[in-house]
C-alpha cells in the first residue's frame, strides 16, 4: 500500500518569517508524511485551492501575527466549501490559549502553540486523519 | 462520485482525486484509468528537468503564464525526491508557482517519487494522463534532475528541456552520461552569472562532438527566470521542436515508445505486487529464505517454483 498522508503547510496572512513552519514541515517529512509548503503571505483563496489540488489530508496552518480569529475560520470555510469534508484542520503560532476554543468551534481540529513538541503534532495527526 | 466521470466534466475535486487513487494504488485506480484512457493524446507534454536550484519551478511558472497568454490551458506535475530513510518528503516546487494557484485554467499537482529508482513511474505517467484526459493543452512534468530520472523524463515527454546554470563547478558535469542526450531544448538559467557564455560554449562543444547524426540540433537559450528574460524565446524553441517531430513522425514514434514502456511498467508493477502479497506478505518468504540457509534447497529452484505455480 503506497498510501502517504500528505499535508499542506500553510501561512496565511501577512507573518514576516516562516522559521516555525519549515521546523514543523521537516518533522512532518521525517514522521514519513509528504509536506507540500507554499511559503508566506498567501490568502485563504490560495491555500483552499492548493488544498484542493494537492488532495490533502491536513491543512496544518501557521500565524504569528494575530490575524488567526480571522484568517482560521476563513480557510475552514473554504476548504470545506470545496467539497474537502474529511480533510484534517489544524492550527498553530502566537495564539492565546483563550482563543482556542472559538477556533475549535469554527472547525480547527486542534492547535499547537509555542513549546508544543513536533512529535505531539505527528501523533495527533496520525491518530485523527481520516 | 463517479470519479472518471466527474473528472470529464470539469470537476477539479474529481481530477484531484483521481491522482490520489493512482498515487496509492487504490483498487478504483485501474477502472478509472480505463475509463479515462480513450480520452488521452492531445495533451503537448514538456518535460522539464536540470539539478536542484537550477530555476526550473520558476521557468515552469513563467512558462506557464506565457501558455496562459496564449489562451491555452495548463497542468504541472511537480516530482521530487522522497526521503529513501523516513518514506517522507517536502514537495516544494508549488511554492515558485503561488501566482498560478487561482487561475481556473492552471492545475498543479505535487508528487514525490516514493522509491521509484528512476524518480518517475508509471504514476506519473498516469497521473499525466488524468490531467490529459481533463482537457489540458499543455502538461509539464517537472522533475529532480540527477541521475536516472532524466533518462525516465524522456520516456514521458515529448519535448524534454533541460536547465542548467554557470557556475555548477567543473564543466565535466555537462557532458556526465545523460544530460546531454536528452535535451531537446537548453535553458540556460541565471544567465546574469559569471560563467553563462562559457557554458553555452561548452555545451555546444559537447554537441559538436556528438558522433551520432542527429537531425535535430538542440538549441541553447540564456534565460533569466525570475525577471522573465528569455521566456518568449524559450517558448518558440519548444514550439519549434514540437513542429519538427510532429512533421517528421517522432512524435507518433515517442508515443508509442511512451505507451510500450508504461505497458512494460505496469506489468511489472503487477508482478512485483502478486509476489508480494502472496509470498512476502503472508510469510512464505521467511520459511523459504530458512531453507535455503540450510541448503535444503537453493534461490534458483525456490524461484522456479514460484514462476511455474505463477504462470500455471
Known amino acids: 500500500m503506497e498510501k502517504r498522508i500528505r499535508v499542506l503547510v500553510a501561512k496565511p496572512g501577512l507573518d514576516g518569517h516562516d522559521r516555525g513552519a519549515k521546523v514543523v514541515a521537516r518533522a512532518l517529512r521525517d ?6 509548503y507554499t511559503g508566506l503571505r498567501q490568502t485563504p483563496e490560495q491555500i483552499a485551492e492548493a488544498a484542493l489540488q494537492e488532495d490533502v489530508d491536513v491543512v496544518a496552518m501557521s ?4 490575524a488567526h480569529p480571522h484568517l482560521f475560520p476563513k480557510v475552514v470555510d473554504l476548504v470545506r466549501g470545496k467539497g474537502m469534508k474529511d480533510t484534517l484542520i489544524i492550527g498553530g503560532g502566537v495564539i492565546p490559549e483563550g482563543d482556542i476554543p472559538a477556533l475549535k468551534e469554527a472547525g480547527i481540529a486542534e492547535v499547537f502553540t509555542p513549546g508544543t513538541p513536533t512529535t505531539a503534532i505527528v501523533d495527533f495527526i496520525k491518530n485523527n486523519v481520516k | 462520485m463517479d470519479i472518471a466521470q466527474e473528472l470529464l466534466n470539469g470537476n477539479r475535486l474529481a481530477l484531484s482525486r483521481a491522482i ?3 498515487e496509492n494504488e487504490y483498487d478504483e485506480a485501474t477502472e478509472i484509468m480505463k475509463a479515462l484512457y480513450p480520452h488521452t493524446g492531445h495533451a503537448f507534454v514538456l518535460g522539464i528537468t536540470g539539478p536542484p536550484g537550477a530555476g526550473k519551478s520558476t521557468l515552469t511558472d513563467k512558462l506557464a503564464r506565457e501558455y496562459r497568454e496564449q489562451g491555452k490551458t495548463v497542468g ?5 525526491p ?5 518514506g517522507g518528503a517536502i514537495l516544494g516546487d508549488r511554492i515558485r508557482m503561488n501566482g498560478l494557484t487561482l487561475d481556473e485554467g492552471v492545475f498543479i499537482r505535487s508528487m514525490g517519487t516514493r522509491g521509484s ?5 508509471h504514476k506519473t505517467a498516469d497521473a499525466v494522463k488524468a490531467l490529459d484526459a481533463f482537457g489540458k493543452d499543455i502538461i509539464f512534468v517537472e522533475t529532480v534532475g540527477v541521475g536516472q530520472s532524466e533518462v525516465d523524463i524522456v520516456k514521458a515527454a515529448d519535448t524534454t528541456m533541460v536547465v ?8 565535466i558535469q555537462a557532458i556526465k552520461a545523460g544530460i546531454l542526450e536528452i535535451g531537446d531544448v537548453f535553458a540556460i538559467n541565471k544567465a546574469d552569472h559569471d560563467g553563462a557564455d562559457k557554458l553555452v560554449t561548452e555545451i555546444n562543444m559537447m554537441l559538436d562532438l556528438d558522433g551520432v547524426m542527429k537531425e535535430w540540433r538542440p538549441p541553447i537559450q540564456k534565460v533569466i527566470a525570475n525577471q522573465n528574460i528569455g521566456v518568449t524565446e524559450i517558448i518558440s524553441l519548444i514550439e519549434k521542436h514540437h513542429e519538427h517531430i510532429k512533421a517528421n513522425g517522432q512524435l507518433t514514434q515517442r508515443r508509442t515508445e511512451r505507451t510500450k514502456n508504461e505497458m512494460l511498467d505496469i506489468l511489472n508493477s503487477g508482478i512485483g505486487s502478486y509476489i508480494t502479497r502472496n ?18 534447497t537453493d534461490p534458483y529452484t525456490v524461484v522456479g517454483n514460484i514462476m511455474r505455480s505463477m504462470l500455471k
Not at chain 2, 117 to 121: D, H, I, V
Request: hydrophobic share 45%.
Open chain 1, 31 to 36: 514522521a514519513g508524511f509528504e509536506v507540500i
Open chain 1, 63 to 66: 500565524i504569528l501575527s494575530g
Open chain 2, 20 to 22: 490520489t487513487a493512482i
Open chain 2, 76 to 80: 504541472i506535475i511537480a516530482v521530487d
Open chain 2, 82 to 86: 522522497t526521503s529513501p530513510f523516513s
Open chain 2, 117 to 121: 529508482l528512476g524518480g518517475l513511474s
Open chain 2, 164 to 171: 542548467l546554470i554557470p557556475g555548477m563547478g567543473d564543466d
Open chain 2, 279 to 296: 509470498i512476502v506478505d503472508n510469510g512464505k518468504l521467511d520459511g523459504l529464505v530458512k531453507d535455503i540457509k540450510a541448503h535444503k
